[in-house]
Protein backbone atom coordinates (compact mmCIF):
# COMPACT_ATOMS: atom_id res chain seq x y z
CA UNK A 1 0.00 0.00 0.00
CA UNK A 2 1.15 3.70 -0.76
CA UNK A 3 1.39 5.87 2.48
CA UNK A 4 0.09 9.46 1.52
CA UNK A 5 0.64 12.89 3.66
CA UNK A 6 -2.60 14.74 3.13
CA UNK A 7 -2.28 18.52 3.32
CA UNK A 8 -1.44 21.00 6.35
CA UNK A 9 -4.76 21.48 7.97
CA UNK A 10 -3.10 24.35 10.35
CA UNK A 11 -1.79 27.60 10.13
CA UNK A 12 1.88 27.64 10.68
CA UNK A 13 4.47 30.27 9.91
CA UNK A 14 6.30 30.12 6.67
CA UNK A 15 9.27 28.95 8.25
CA UNK A 16 7.39 26.23 9.95
CA UNK A 17 6.01 24.86 7.13
CA UNK A 18 9.41 24.78 5.18
CA UNK A 19 10.74 23.07 7.74
CA UNK A 20 8.36 20.39 8.06
CA UNK A 21 8.72 19.77 4.29
CA UNK A 22 11.66 19.42 4.71
CA UNK A 23 12.07 16.79 7.00
CA UNK A 24 9.26 14.97 4.45
CA UNK A 25 11.71 14.87 1.70
CA UNK A 26 13.11 12.57 3.80
CA UNK A 27 10.62 10.63 4.72
CA UNK A 28 8.84 7.11 3.58
CA UNK A 29 5.62 8.94 1.87
CA UNK A 30 4.59 8.02 -1.16
CA UNK A 31 2.03 10.69 -1.96
CA UNK A 32 2.73 14.41 -0.57
CA UNK A 33 -0.63 17.23 -0.47
CA UNK A 34 0.01 20.54 -0.57
CA UNK A 35 -2.06 23.60 -0.41
CA UNK A 36 -3.79 25.77 1.71
CA UNK A 37 -7.27 23.39 2.46
CA UNK A 38 -8.89 25.15 5.23
CA UNK A 39 -8.98 29.52 4.89
CA UNK A 40 -8.20 31.60 2.11
CA UNK A 41 -7.01 34.55 5.08
CA UNK A 42 -3.92 32.24 5.90
CA UNK A 43 -1.60 33.21 3.51
CA UNK A 44 1.88 32.34 5.37
CA UNK A 45 2.52 30.25 1.43
CA UNK A 46 1.38 31.48 -1.92
CA UNK A 47 1.05 29.48 -4.68
CA UNK A 48 4.72 30.28 -6.23
CA UNK A 49 5.51 28.94 -2.40
CA UNK A 50 4.02 25.46 -2.75
CA UNK A 51 4.74 25.22 -6.14
CA UNK A 52 8.64 25.76 -4.93
CA UNK A 53 8.01 22.90 -2.46
CA UNK A 54 6.14 20.46 -4.91
CA UNK A 55 9.34 21.12 -7.34
CA UNK A 56 12.03 20.05 -4.31
CA UNK A 57 9.75 17.20 -3.17
CA UNK A 58 9.22 16.21 -6.53
CA UNK A 59 12.42 15.95 -6.98
CA UNK A 60 12.41 13.76 -4.21
CA UNK A 61 10.59 11.02 -5.89
CA UNK A 62 7.44 12.28 -4.16
CA UNK A 63 4.16 12.26 -6.44
CA UNK A 64 2.81 15.71 -5.50
CA UNK A 65 -0.90 16.80 -5.76
CA UNK A 66 -2.33 20.47 -4.89
CA UNK A 67 -4.87 20.55 -2.77
CA UNK A 68 -7.84 22.93 -3.41
CA UNK A 69 -9.97 24.90 -0.78
CA UNK A 70 -12.65 22.98 0.53
CA UNK A 71 -15.20 26.04 1.08
CA UNK A 72 -15.52 28.76 -1.16
CA UNK A 73 -17.43 31.55 -0.43
CA UNK A 74 -16.58 34.18 -2.73
CA UNK A 75 -14.87 35.38 -6.15
CA UNK A 76 -12.02 35.49 -4.25
CA UNK A 77 -11.88 31.95 -2.80
CA UNK A 78 -12.29 31.27 -6.88
CA UNK A 79 -9.54 32.73 -7.67
CA UNK A 80 -7.27 30.86 -5.44
CA UNK A 81 -8.79 27.45 -6.48
CA UNK A 82 -8.69 28.12 -10.49
CA UNK A 83 -4.81 28.91 -9.45
CA UNK A 84 -4.78 26.09 -8.36
CA UNK A 85 -6.27 24.04 -11.06
CA UNK A 86 -4.71 25.45 -14.29
CA UNK A 87 -1.52 25.37 -12.15
CA UNK A 88 0.40 23.60 -15.45
CA UNK A 89 2.62 20.93 -13.40
CA UNK A 90 0.74 19.45 -10.84
CA UNK A 91 -2.13 17.12 -9.89
CA UNK A 92 -4.90 18.73 -8.43
CA UNK A 93 -7.00 17.23 -5.16
CA UNK A 94 -10.58 18.86 -5.51
CA UNK A 95 -11.94 19.49 -2.39
CA UNK A 96 -15.49 20.81 -3.45
CA UNK A 97 -17.82 21.20 -6.90
CA UNK A 98 -16.32 24.50 -7.79
CA UNK A 99 -12.92 22.46 -8.31
CA UNK A 100 -14.82 19.40 -9.96
CA UNK A 101 -16.09 21.91 -12.55
CA UNK A 102 -12.84 23.11 -13.58
CA UNK A 103 -11.04 20.17 -14.09
CA UNK A 104 -14.05 18.34 -15.52
CA UNK A 105 -13.02 16.92 -18.97
CA UNK A 106 -9.46 16.33 -17.95
CA UNK A 107 -8.06 13.43 -16.99
CA UNK A 108 -6.13 12.32 -13.14
CA UNK A 109 -7.45 14.36 -10.88
CA UNK A 110 -8.26 13.54 -7.39
CA UNK A 111 -11.45 13.71 -5.75
CA UNK A 112 -10.86 14.80 -1.99
CA UNK A 113 -12.63 13.52 0.99
CA UNK A 114 -14.72 16.72 1.30
CA UNK A 115 -16.75 15.82 -1.59
CA UNK A 116 -18.61 13.48 0.30
CA UNK A 117 -18.47 10.72 -2.77
CA UNK A 118 -20.69 7.63 -0.44
CA UNK A 119 -22.08 5.42 -3.76
CA UNK A 120 -20.38 4.03 -6.84
CA UNK A 121 -23.44 6.55 -9.16
CA UNK A 122 -21.85 9.93 -7.45
CA UNK A 123 -18.06 7.42 -7.98
CA UNK A 124 -19.25 6.98 -11.38
CA UNK A 125 -19.89 10.50 -12.52
CA UNK A 126 -16.63 11.80 -10.53
CA UNK A 127 -14.65 9.40 -12.56
CA UNK A 128 -16.97 10.72 -16.04
CA UNK A 129 -15.07 14.05 -15.69
CA UNK A 130 -11.69 12.87 -15.41
CA UNK A 131 -10.89 11.93 -11.46
CA UNK A 132 -8.69 8.80 -10.99
CA UNK A 133 -8.27 8.62 -7.28
CA UNK A 134 -11.23 8.62 -5.00
CA UNK A 135 -10.37 9.67 -0.95
CA UNK A 136 -13.15 8.33 1.19
CA UNK A 137 -14.88 11.08 3.10
CA UNK A 138 -13.56 10.49 6.51
CA UNK A 139 -17.15 8.87 7.73
CA UNK A 140 -16.45 6.27 5.46
CA UNK A 141 -17.24 2.27 7.27
CA UNK A 142 -15.49 -0.51 5.83
CA UNK A 143 -18.90 -1.72 3.83
CA UNK A 144 -19.53 1.70 2.14
CA UNK A 145 -15.56 1.78 1.03
CA UNK A 146 -15.87 -2.18 0.03
CA UNK A 147 -19.37 -1.54 -2.17
CA UNK A 148 -18.17 1.81 -3.73
CA UNK A 149 -14.80 -0.52 -5.19
CA UNK A 150 -16.60 -3.04 -6.23
CA UNK A 151 -18.99 -1.05 -8.13
CA UNK A 152 -16.13 1.28 -9.43
CA UNK A 153 -12.93 0.15 -9.12
CA UNK A 154 -9.65 2.72 -8.98
CA UNK A 155 -6.99 3.79 -7.05
CA UNK A 156 -9.12 4.32 -3.54
CA UNK A 157 -7.82 6.20 -0.63
CA UNK A 158 -8.60 6.30 3.07
CA UNK A 159 -7.96 8.69 6.10
CA UNK A 160 -6.06 6.42 8.16
CA UNK A 161 -4.17 8.51 10.89
CA UNK A 162 -4.86 12.35 12.69
CA UNK A 163 -7.30 14.03 13.93
CA UNK A 164 -10.50 14.10 11.69
CA UNK A 165 -11.34 17.22 9.75
CA UNK A 166 -15.05 17.10 10.43
CA UNK A 167 -16.76 20.43 9.34
CA UNK A 168 -16.38 23.78 7.57
CA UNK A 169 -18.51 26.71 8.80
CA UNK A 170 -18.61 30.13 7.13
CA UNK A 171 -17.94 31.28 11.17
CA UNK A 172 -14.50 31.15 12.42
CA UNK A 173 -14.53 29.47 15.76
CA UNK A 174 -11.04 30.22 16.81
CA UNK A 175 -12.22 34.09 16.28
CA UNK A 176 -14.83 33.66 17.88
CA UNK A 177 -13.25 32.46 20.99
CA UNK A 178 -11.44 35.80 21.49
CA UNK A 179 -14.43 38.01 20.17
CA UNK A 180 -13.02 38.71 17.07
CA UNK A 181 -14.75 39.46 13.64
CA UNK A 182 -13.76 36.93 11.03
CA UNK A 183 -12.93 39.53 8.84
CA UNK A 184 -10.57 41.02 11.68
CA UNK A 185 -9.33 37.55 13.32
CA UNK A 186 -5.90 38.84 13.86
CA UNK A 187 -4.81 35.44 12.68
CA UNK A 188 -5.22 33.98 16.55
CA UNK A 189 -5.38 30.52 15.03
CA UNK A 190 -1.65 30.75 14.53
CA UNK A 191 -0.84 30.28 17.60
CA UNK A 192 -2.50 27.10 18.04
CA UNK A 193 -0.31 24.84 15.80
CA UNK A 194 -2.77 21.74 16.60
CA UNK A 195 -6.04 23.61 16.59
CA UNK A 196 -7.65 24.32 19.92
CA UNK A 197 -8.72 21.66 22.06
CA UNK A 198 -12.59 21.42 23.13
CA UNK A 199 -13.86 20.14 26.35
CA UNK A 200 -17.28 19.36 27.61
CA UNK A 201 -18.44 20.85 30.96
CA UNK A 202 -17.25 17.79 32.27
CA UNK A 203 -13.50 18.60 31.53
CA UNK A 204 -13.68 15.69 28.67
CA UNK A 205 -11.77 16.26 25.05
CA UNK A 206 -14.52 16.62 22.70
CA UNK A 207 -13.47 18.23 19.37
CA UNK A 208 -10.94 20.69 18.41
CA UNK A 209 -11.11 24.13 16.98
CA UNK A 210 -9.26 24.97 13.98
CA UNK A 211 -10.88 28.35 12.60
CA UNK A 212 -13.86 27.58 10.30
CA UNK A 213 -13.13 23.69 10.83
CA UNK A 214 -14.18 21.28 13.33
CA UNK A 215 -11.81 18.61 14.14
CA UNK A 216 -12.05 15.20 16.39
CA UNK A 217 -9.74 15.33 19.62
CA UNK A 218 -9.23 11.96 19.57
CA UNK A 219 -6.50 10.89 16.75
CA UNK A 220 -7.83 8.61 14.08
CA UNK A 221 -5.97 5.53 13.75
CA UNK A 222 -6.71 2.26 11.28
CA UNK A 223 -3.10 1.03 11.61
CA UNK A 224 -5.00 -2.12 13.18
CA UNK A 225 -7.05 -2.49 10.65
CA UNK A 226 -5.35 -3.15 7.46
CA UNK A 227 -6.64 -6.38 6.90
CA UNK A 228 -10.17 -4.82 6.54
CA UNK A 229 -8.40 -1.98 4.56
CA UNK A 230 -7.17 -3.98 2.03
CA UNK A 231 -9.81 -6.07 1.79
CA UNK A 232 -12.16 -3.46 0.71
CA UNK A 233 -9.91 -2.47 -1.95
CA UNK A 234 -8.04 0.52 -0.24
CA UNK A 235 -4.35 1.14 -2.14
CA UNK A 236 -3.63 4.53 -0.44
CA UNK A 237 -3.55 5.31 3.44
CA UNK A 238 -3.10 8.79 4.51
CA UNK A 239 -2.03 10.43 6.99
CA UNK A 240 -3.19 14.00 8.73
CA UNK A 241 -0.09 16.45 9.38
CA UNK A 242 0.39 17.44 13.06
CA UNK A 243 2.87 19.91 14.34
CA UNK A 244 5.10 17.17 16.20
CA UNK A 245 5.73 13.41 15.40
CA UNK A 246 4.63 13.63 11.68
CA UNK A 247 7.67 11.63 10.56
CA UNK A 248 8.04 8.73 13.19
CA UNK A 249 3.95 8.43 12.05
CA UNK A 250 4.68 7.76 8.47
CA UNK A 251 7.54 5.72 9.12
CA UNK A 252 4.81 3.57 11.51
CA UNK A 253 3.18 3.49 9.28
CA UNK A 254 5.25 2.00 6.33
CA UNK A 255 6.60 -0.65 9.11
CA UNK A 256 2.96 -1.73 9.37
CA UNK A 257 2.30 -1.93 5.77
CA UNK A 258 5.19 -3.61 5.23
CA UNK A 259 3.92 -6.21 7.78
CA UNK A 260 5.83 -5.07 11.12
CA UNK A 261 2.19 -4.85 12.75
CA UNK A 262 0.46 -1.79 15.00
CA UNK A 263 2.72 1.32 15.11
CA UNK A 264 3.51 2.07 18.97
CA UNK A 265 1.50 5.43 18.10
CA UNK A 266 -1.39 3.92 18.35
CA UNK A 267 -1.30 2.04 21.45
CA UNK A 268 -2.08 5.17 23.69
CA UNK A 269 -5.24 5.90 24.98
CA UNK A 270 -6.21 9.52 22.54
CA UNK A 271 -7.11 7.15 19.16
CA UNK A 272 -10.28 5.59 17.27
CA UNK A 273 -11.64 4.24 14.73
CA UNK A 274 -15.25 3.95 15.06
CA UNK A 275 -16.27 5.49 11.88
CA UNK A 276 -14.31 2.41 9.70
CA UNK A 277 -16.60 0.06 11.85
CA UNK A 278 -19.82 1.81 11.70
CA UNK A 279 -19.97 3.40 15.51
CA UNK A 280 -19.40 6.62 16.64
CA UNK A 281 -16.24 7.73 15.21
CA UNK A 282 -14.78 8.81 18.52
CA UNK A 283 -15.00 4.82 19.56
CA UNK A 284 -12.21 2.25 19.19
CA UNK A 285 -13.21 -1.03 18.12
CA UNK A 286 -10.99 -3.79 18.57
Partial sequence: MKIALGPVLY????????????????????IVYLGEVVCSRRQ???????LELADALAARGK??????QALTEGAGDMKLVRNVVH???FRVEANDMGAVSLLAGTEGWVAGPHLN????????????????RWVAPVEATREIARSVLKAQPLEAEVFA??????????RCFTARRFNLQKE??????IGFPDGMPLKTREGESFLTINGVQTQ???????????????????????ASPQSQGTGDVLHAMRAACDGAGMPAASKDDNWCNGFWHARPGLERAA
Fill in 161 to 170: HGRLPLAFSA
Fill in 117 to 132: IYNPQSLAFIMELGAT
Fill in 87 to 89: NGR
Fill in 216 to 238: SARVYNLMQDLASLQEAGVTVLR
Fill in 63 to 68: EVVLST
Fill in 44 to 50: EMQLEDW
Fill in 184 to 189: GCEFRC
Fill in 11 to 30: YWSRTAIMEFYAGIAESPAD
